[in-house]
């Protein structure tokens, strides 16, 4: 890819903090499903490009194809449901700002809670969770990573989880915020760890909904694909590919209205200005996940762990990439958080039975309930 058009797609990316609220999560509905199963790559990897407005997400959930809302490189025209701030720093040599919401309670029980979005997820699919935990009295900071939604897209950046720690912890102390709750889904289930294992006095819990990197999909057989592969399957990205991924992978074969505004917000920005830029991060963000499983340092953890696991889940990286043999023996959730519940000193494991990926999503009254519970009943890492 040509660096004179990376650098171009560059000057496309300033974004503007958006002040607007989104509207609340639209009541769910049936929706014709996809008819073909999913060749997608993984955690939630679009091989995919285009579908409907999230403003309209009546009409949306009906449509099928490429139409749809464009967005900018960093997200720009999706607002969030709370007002977006943005941390400014220098990380590798470069200038970079990480968009976050701090949204603080009515009633506050003193604790801060910090949320880390997953690799087809922004800090804005939160918003369920946010509402719940402030409701509770929480303090709830969700950034938006490097390399991700309404954040900074760096044409050169070498990714690590040890980088994005570095980063949330920095935006962290920025804020004041000096011992948190983390809570990490899917990839951010991977940053969460890597978090706690870098700042163990400063995580006063974990909590990990469905993280990946819980096997490590390369020992496994998991074939390595380069940067360059990774960056022409993003290329690809449509509405309907990430609908019928999410469809097979995080909700078991189901699909309803509330859904289709994460598609959207995704396939959006593909849609935009920023397609490449956001292609070739994503590309580096892949490689990134693929070659740092932190399956092997799981004993390390010393703080209070609640795992929260789909049964239905079967998600893993480039799964579509692998021969038949090793795409059978991996993405066995059931089996992953049993093992993980065992390395991890002093974790509590919930399974839902019926659920995929994004429990949270899919049966939102069950997830907080068991994530409310624990937050009240566990004892804290202090």
């Not at 499903?33 to 009546?58: D, S």
């Not at 070739?280 to 932190?294: E, F, G, K, R």
């Not at 079967?314 to 038949?324: G, L, Q, R, S, V």
């Amino acid at each position: 890819m040509s660096l004179r058009r990376l650098s171009l797609l560059a000057t496309l990316s300033v974004c503007t903090p958006a002040f607007v609220c989104m509207p609340a999560v639209f009541a769910a509905s049936a929706v014709t499903p996809a008819a073909a199963a999913p060749t997608m790559v993984g955690e939630g990897g679009p091989a995919a490009t285009n579908a409907v407005n999230t403003a309209n997400a009546a009409n949306a959930t009906n449509a099928v194809g490429d139409a749809g809302p464009a967005y900018g490189p960093e997200l720009e025209g999706f607002n969030y449901p709370a007002p977006v701030s943005q941390y400014d720093f220098t990380s590798q040599g470069v200038a970079l700002h990480m968009a976050y919401m701090d949204i603080k309670p009515a009633h506050a029980n003193g604790r801060t809670a910090v949320l880390l979005h997953g690799k087809n997820f922004c800090a804005a699919t939160w918003e369920p969770t946010i509402r719940q935990l402030n409701d509770a009295g929480y303090r709830v900071i969700a950034p938006d990573q490097i390399g991700f939604c309404k954040s900074s897209k760096p044409e050169h950046y070498q990714y690590s989880f040890q980088q994005l720690a570095r980063n949330t912890h920095a935006l962290l102390q920025s804020l004041g915020v000096t011992d948190a709750t983390v809570i990490g889904h899917s990839t951010g289930g991977m940053l969460a760890i890597r978090y706690a294992l870098m700042y163990p006095r400063e995580t006063r819990q974990l909590v990990l909904v469905d993280p990946i990197g819980l096997e490590d999909w390369k020992a496994k057989g998991v074939p390595s694909l380069s940067v360059d592969q990774w960056y022409e399957r993003e290329l690809k990205t449509s509405a309907d590919g990430i609908r019928r991924y999410e469809q097979f992978t995080y909700y078991a074969g189901q699909w309803r209205a509330d859904y289709e505004p994460s598609v959207q917000m995704l396939a959006g920005m593909y849609r935009g200005p920023g397609k490449q830029i956001l292609a070739w991060n994503s590309a580096l963000l892949y490689d990134m996940i693929y070659t740092q499983p932190v399956v092997y340092e799981l004993g390390q953890l010393s703080m209070p762990t609640l795992l929260l696991i789909g049964q239905k889940d079967t998600t893993a990286i480039a799964k579509d990439a692998a021969p038949p043999d090793v795409r059978a023996k991996i993405g066995h959730y059931p089996e992953l958080g049993k093992a993980a519940a065992k390395a991890i000193p002093h974790a509590t494991l919930v399974e839902f039975a019926d659920l995929g990926h994004a429990p949270q999503m899919q049966d939102p009254q069950a997830f907080h309930k068991a994530l409310l519970d624990w937050l009240t009943a566990a004892p804290t890492n202090r």
